[in-house]
């Protein structure tokens, strides 16, 4: 029953997220042995201002 | 000092929002033996774009 | 699809998660009409030295 | 590589936000002893009627 | 800066736990473009009594 | 209410824990302007073999 949370930038198309979730629940059932539909994958989009590496917004840098 | 946090497809009513979080506030007191003040409770409004089952986004079925 | 992540103080017994888990599934599948198989929940034990309230953890409280 | 996740309310200003993860990112490489480049801070703004304490919803207070 | 958190059962290798992160972060950047540096992921173990579908702990099925 | 959850490698003492929820209690009360006893802050303290940045576990660096 994995579940994974996925946190990543604002921008990404629709195509990339399909290809996303496909690509990493085929290789986290091959890896684990698990049935695809055991896995969940939840997206988060993050703005950039809401994201800070180093003490520094990214949408300041 | 339970905390939880519930993720959902998106399109749930603020009726339906109120009912459930008292809901599962009253019962988690009373299996826990606990004060409601200790209890929070965090609401996500998930896309069905950003969920995926068996490698699939909600949105694609 | 609602997934939930409850956190809450080690020490519960296996007798209150399994009750637990139960009410709040209950309810949930009650007020957001949807089915108990759809419904995830994890419970995460925390100690004591790992959850603070107005800065000071519990474990010295 | 701490990690932090912040969940507040919405409204604070892009100018709170970036005081805020400046002196957070400072004080816990201060008391841990690490680079300021390995501390990611991710917010989360919440909406009042997605936070519920005592079984209520914010936004009914 | 992808960051993914992946719940899943106690249990697995060491071994599988390095395949599985080789190849979530080698398709992560094949998909989205980005450098294998940027990509954090955290693995958390769940034990089945921490973890319930339907109502009902796995250590109980 | 803000909320936090801080990831960092295990190994930690409980004085550095001590003094890290202090301060950053301290810096979020006088940057967002609220009570102490608002802010809650939960530690996990994370293994190196469940950390992976650039496609490696920590515990293989």
Same mark, same amino acid.
């Given at each position: 029953?994995?579940?994974?949370?996925?946190?990543?930038?604002?921008?990404?198309?629709?195509?990339?997220?399909? =290809?996303? +979730?496909?690509?990493?629940?085929? =290789?986290?059932?091959? +890896?684990?042995?698990? =049935?695809?539909?055991? +896995?969940?994958?939840? /997206?988060?989009? +993050?703005?950039?201002?809401?994201?800070?590496?180093?003490?520094? /917004?990214?949408?300041?840098?």
């Amino acid at each position: 029953m994995p579940t994974m949370h996925i946190e990543l930038f604002s921008g990404r198309t629709k195509e990339q997220k399909r =290809e996303l +979730v496909a690509a990493l629940t085929r =290789e986290t059932c091959r +890896v684990l042995g698990c =049935e695809p539909a055991s +896995v969940d994958i939840l /997206l988060t989009d +993050v703005e950039r201002e809401n994201w800070a590496t180093g003490g520094k /917004l990214w949408s300041e840098a």
